[in-house]
C-alpha cells in the first residue's frame, strides 16, 4: 500500500529534477486544480495535486439554511450534473423523514438523471478530446448538450442548475409536448453516438494517446477510493444503480459496462458505453411513466400547488409555514449515495430535530478519484498528465465545495 | 410511513457480522451501535479504530473494502465534542456500515486510516483542515482546502458562519 501514498512536491529531490507547477489557470485542468510536477525531462518523477481554489463553504452555508433552501446549493457543487446532487440530497432527506415517494415522481427522477448523466458525459467527451488534439468531437458533443440542456429549460425554467427535484418530489409537471421531445432525442442520439466513436474509437492518433497511458489496477483503484467509470475501467464490475438501486432503479434493464485494461483509453469506452445505457433507461422510462400525483402526499413538508393555495385556507397555512419555519425533520442521521457521471456521490445529512440540516457533508466521487492521479502519472511523460486528468472527468467544484 | 424507532441494543445486534467480528476480537473496542433507518452504525473505541477498519476490510464475512468517506460532526457544547465517522462500503457484499469515534474537544487526535486505505488521505486533510482533527500518522496533513495561513477550522460550530471579520 506505501505505492499508494505519494511523497509531497516540496523540493527538487535532486540536481536532475525540476519542479514545474501547472494550474490552476489552465485549459486541460477542468477548472482551477494545480498540479505540482517534479521532472525529469519529460519524465514525471513525482506529481501531487493542489486543490481548495474553488472552495466556497457550501456545507457551512447548509447549516444556516432550511432543508428546502438547500436543494439550490447542491446544483451549484457539480454543475455538469446538477439533478444528480438534487436526487441524492432529496433521497437523503426523505430518508430522514421517512417519506414515500409517487411512482411518476420516481420515473421522471430516474429519466432526467439518466439526461444529467449524457450532458455531463458529452462536456467530459468534447473536452477530453480536445485536450488531447480532436477538436471536431467537442462541436460534436455540443450541438447534442445543447439540445439537452434546451430540454432542461422546457422542464424547469432553467439551463443548469435545475433545481427541478424537491424534497417529496420533483417541482412541476412535465409540460406539454416534453416527452415527445425526449423521444425524439432518444431516437438519434444512438446514431450521434456512433459519430463520436467514429472520430475517436478507431483512429490510430486516439489510440497513440489513450491506450496503454495512465493505467492503474482495480486493487490500487479500490485501495485509493475511486468509484464510477474510474473504477470500472479497471475491471470492478460495480454500480450503485445496479448493486444498491434507489429511486426505482431496480425496475430498469441495463448493462454496467466495464473493461479491464484501466487505461486511458478503457476508461473513455466505459463512458461511452454509459451513453447508449443511458439512452436505453430513458427510453424506458418514457414508455413506462406512470399517471399519478408528482409530489408525496405531505402536506407539512411538500408545497401545495399555487391553484390549492389560492382555494383553501388550509393550504395557505401549510405554503405559510414552510416558507417562514421550514419543515422539521425527525433527529437522526442517513448516508445516501448515487451512481452519479463520475462515482460515488453521498450525502451524509444529520438532524437535531429542528428545520434545518446540523450537518450536510458531501462525498465528492471527484475529490477521490483525484486521488489516482499520481498512482497513474508517475514515471510517464509529461503530456500523459493532461490525457489522465481528462480520463478521470474531475469537475472542481464538487471537489472544492 | 411512520419510522421504526433506532435499536440501540448490542444484545439484539450482535448478529451483524462486522459488529460480530469486532466483539470476537475486542470487546472493549465497540462502545455503542445503533440500528437506525436501515443503517448500521458501530462506535469505535478511539484507540482500536486502525486495527478496526483492517480487521473489517480483511476479514472475508465482513469484507468491507471500500472506504467511502470520511468525515466529522461537531456536538459543541457537549462532550465528547466530536465525532469522526467513517463510511464503510463492501463491494462484494453490497453492504455499507458507519464506524465512529468519538473525541473530547480539547485534543482532537484519533489515529490516521491512510495505511489501511490509501484513500483516505485527502478526506483526513479535509477534516483536519475544516474541523482541526488532528490524525496521527497522516503522511501529509496540511490544509487542503483553505489557504495555508488560514487560523481557525470553518465547519467548528462556534466559528460564525459568515466568518470573523
Not at chain 1, 506505501?2 to 535532486?14: C, D, F, I, N
Not at chain 1, 519529460?42 to 433552501?69: S, W
Not at chain 1, 485501495?223 to 470500472?232: C, H, K, Q, V
Request: some cysteine.
Amino acid at each position: 500500500m506505501a505505492h499508494l501514498t505519494p511523497t509531497p512536491v516540496l523540493e527538487p529531490g535532486q540536481d536532475r529534477t525540476m519542479i514545474l507547477n501547472m494550474g490552476p489557470q489552465h485549459p486541460s485542468t477542468h477548472g482551477v486544480l494545480r498540479v505540482l510536477l517534479e521532472i525529469d525531462g519529460e519524465n514525471i518523477v513525482r506529481i501531487m495535486p493542489d486543490i481548495g481554489y474553488l472552495h466556497t463553504g457550501i456545507e457551512k452555508t447548509c447549516e444556516a439554511k432550511f432543508y428546502q433552501q438547500v436543494v439550490p446549493l447542491t446544483d451549484r457543487i457539480d454543475y455538469l450534473c446538477p439533478m444528480t446532487n438534487n436526487l441524492c440530497y432529496v433521497l437523503a432527506v426523505e430518508k430522514l423523514l421517512g417519506l414515500e415517494i409517487p411512482p411518476k415522481a420516481q420515473w421522471m427522477r430516474v429519466l432526467m438523471n439518466e439526461m444529467t448523466r449524457i450532458n455531463s458525459h458529452l462536456v467530459w467527451l468534447g473536452t477530453h478530446a480536445m485536450d488531447i488534439g480532436a477538436m471536431t468531437v467537442f462541436l460534436y458533443c455540443f450541438r447534442e448538450r445543447e439540445e439537452v440542456l434546451k430540454m432542461f429549460e422546457m422542464l424547469s425554467g432553467q439551463r443548469m442548475m435545475t433545481s427541478y427535484f424537491r424534497v417529496g418530489g420533483v417541482s412541476l409537471e412535465p409540460p406539454l409536448g416534453f416527452f415527445d421531445r425526449v423521444r425524439d432525442f432518444a431516437g438519434y442520439f444512438p446514431e450521434r453516438v456512433d459519430e463520436y466513436e467514429n472520430l475517436l474509437t478507431g483512429n490510430p492518433i486516439w489510440g497513440l494517446r489513450t491506450k496503454g497511458v495512465a493505467t492503474i489496477t482495480a486493487e490500487d483503484a479500490i485501495a485509493l477510493g475511486a468509484s464510477g467509470p474510474t473504477m470500472r475501467g479497471s475491471g470492478v464490475d460495480f454500480d450503485l444503480r445496479r448493486d444498491m438501486p434507489y429511486s426505482s432503479y431496480e425496475k430498469f434493464q441495463f448493462r454496467v459496462p466495464v473493461a479491464k485494461e484501466g487505461d486511458v483509453f478503457a476508461r473513455y469506452m466505459c463512458r461511452v458505453q454509459e451513453l447508449r445505457e443511458s439512452i436505453g433507461i430513458v427510453r424506458q422510462a418514457l414508455d413506462g411513466m406512470p399517471e399519478g400525483p408528482i409530489k408525496a402526499d405531505a402536506p407539512k413538508v411538500v408545497l401545495p400547488d399555487r391553484e390549492k393555495m389560492k382555494t383553501q385556507m388550509e393550504s395557505l397555512i401549510y405554503h405559510f409555514k414552510i416558507i417562514t419555519e421550514g419543515f422539521q425533520v425527525p433527529a437522526g442521521e442517513v448516508y445516501q449515495a448515487v451512481e452519479s457521471p463520475r462515482g460515488e456521490m453521498g450525502y451524509y445529512i444529520v438532524s437535531d430535530g429542528t428545520s434545518k440540516p446540523y450537518r450536510v457533508h458531501m462525498r465528492s466521487a471527484c475529490l477521490a478519484n483525484l486521488q489516482t492521479l499520481p498512482t497513474m502519472c508517475e514515471g510517464r511523460l509529461l503530456a500523459d498528465v493532461v490525457a489522465a486528468i481528462g480520463s478521470i472527468d474531475i469537475v472542481l467544484g464538487e471537489i472544492d465545495r | 410511513m411512520p419510522l421504526a424507532p433506532a435499536i440501540t441494543d448490542i444484545e439484539q445486534l450482535k448478529s451483524h457480522p462486522a459488529i460480530a467480528r469486532l466483539l470476537s476480537w475486542n470487546p472493549s473496542s465497540v462502545q455503542g451501535v445503533k440500528y437506525d433507518r436501515d443503517e448500521m452504525t458501530i462506535y469505535v473505541d478511539r484507540s482500536a479504530i486502525r486495527e478496526a477498519c483492517a480487521l473489517l476490510r480483511d476479514d472475508p464475512g465482513c469484507a468491507f473494502n471500500f472506504l467511502s468517506d470520511v468525515t466529522c460532526v461537531d456536538w459543541f457544547p457537549s462532550e465528547p465534542r466530536f465525532e469522526v465517522v467513517y463510511s464503510l462500503l463492501s463491494i462484494p457484499k453490497k453492504e455499507r456500515v458507519r464506524l465512529k469515534v468519538r473525541l473530547e474537544g480539547a485534543s482532537p487526535v484519533v489515529d490516521s486510516v491512510v495505511p489501511v486505505w490509501p484513500g483516505a488521505n485527502f478526506f483526513e486533510r479535509e477534516v483536519f483542515d475544516l474541523f482541526g482533527i488532528r490524525f496521527s500518522g497522516h503522511p501529509y496533513l496540511r490544509r487542503i482546502q483553505m489557504p495555508e495561513n488560514w487560523e481557525g477550522h470553518p465547519l467548528r460550530k462556534d466559528y460564525p458562519v459568515e466568518g470573523y471579520r
